[in-house]
Structures are given as C-alpha cells and as structure tokens.
C-alpha cells in the first residue's frame, strides 16, 4: 500500500511539473521526482526507503533546476520572445529579463516579479 501511495505522489508531482511556467520551474519539478524515484530506489536497496527519496528529491531538483535556468537562458537568447501576464491581466514582454527580477507592466504600472 505505501507503494502504491508513493507511486501517486510521483504522478501527481510529474502532472504539475508541467502546469509550471518557466524552464527552470519545469526542471526543479521534473528533476525532484525523477531523483525521488531514483533515491527511493537506492534507498530501498540500502534499506531507508525515505531517506533516499528525500536524498533523490533534493538532488534531482537542484540539477533539474540548473538545466531548466539553462534552458530559459538559451530561450531568451535564441531570439524567442517571451511574454508574461501581469496580475492584472495585461501582456508584458519580458524578453532578456533573468527569472525573479521585479518588473512594472507597462500598461496599468503593476510591479511584480517574473
């Protein structure tokens, strides 16, 4: 039965991993259950199931989320817009802009950070 929870766990995660906006969101969440797999795994084979699930998770986000900011880097840089919406709705282009920078929309003056 643990099993079969943990195994739901690793789907719902995987299922919200790609609802995440940026390519450094998405590999923090995919790399988090792929090492969670993997640590739980080696885990269970050295007999603390949980501990190299943690291990695994922490692991494979850190990593997932280093090739994810690669992957918004090379984004931006290829030439690719890329548009964000501000809390009030309003399209912004956000384009060259490092993920977590605080930006004003140029339309109703709403700061946020992308």
Do not use: Y
């Amino acid at each position: 039965m643990k099993k079969l929870g943990l195994v739901g766990v690793i789907i719902l995660c995987a299922l919200m991993s790609g609802c995440m906006e940026t390519g450094t969101e998405k590999g923090v969440g995919i790399g988090a259950v792929s090492g969670g797999v993997l640590g739980g795994v080696i885990g269970n084979q050295l007999g603390s199931t949980a501990a190299g699930i943690g291990i695994g998770a922490v692991g494979g986000a850190v990593l997932g989320g280093m090739i994810g900011s690669g992957s918004d880097k090379s984004a931006s840089a290829s030439g690719q817009k890329i548009i964000t919406v501000c809390p009030n709705g309003h399209q912004v282009d956000v384009t060259g802009i490092p993920p977590g920078t605080k930006v004003r929309c140029p339309i109703c003056g709403a700061v946020f950070n992308i």
